[in-house]
């Protein structure tokens, strides 16, 4: 069984920076790919950024440059700084934790950024 706690959300003026961290527990028994989606209200769920289990990191246009994604590998934490934010920013931010065959999920942080 693995577990994802996501951390670090809340409300913040277009500009300002957040970070939010993702905790993996459980059955992992080596580094596995991590990501983040986010989804805003009425919309589907987009893919942010990832990391690979060798520490590769993708991101969409739309946050490059703006985002970085980074893991703790010895404490099984991602996390996701987000700078200069802007209102379109704002969602619920889920962390996605592959293990082959499967993906694990968190329960999401809510991410509102408006003046």
């Known amino acids: 069984q693995v577990q994802l706690v996501e951390s670090g959300g809340g409300l913040v003026q277009p500009g300002g920076s957040l970070r939010l961290s993702c905790a993996a527990s459980?059955?992992?028994?080596?580094?596995?790919?991590m990501a983040w989606y986010r989804q805003a209200p009425g919309k589907q769920r987009e893919w942010v950024a990832s990391?690979?289990?060798?520490?590769?990191?993708t991101y969409v246009d739309s946050v490059k440059g703006r985002f970085t994604i980074s893991r703790d590998n010895a404490k099984n934490i991602a996390y996701l700084e987000m700078n200069s934010l802007k209102p379109e920013d704002t969602g619920v931010y889920y962390c996605?934790?592959?293990?082959?065959?499967?993906?694990?999920w968190g329960q999401g942080t809510q991410v509102t950024v408006s003046s």
């Open positions: 459980g059955s992992i028994s080596r580094i596995n790919p």
């Open positions: 990391i690979s289990n060798g520490g590769r990191t």
């Open positions: 996605k934790l592959s293990i082959w065959p499967s993906d694990y």
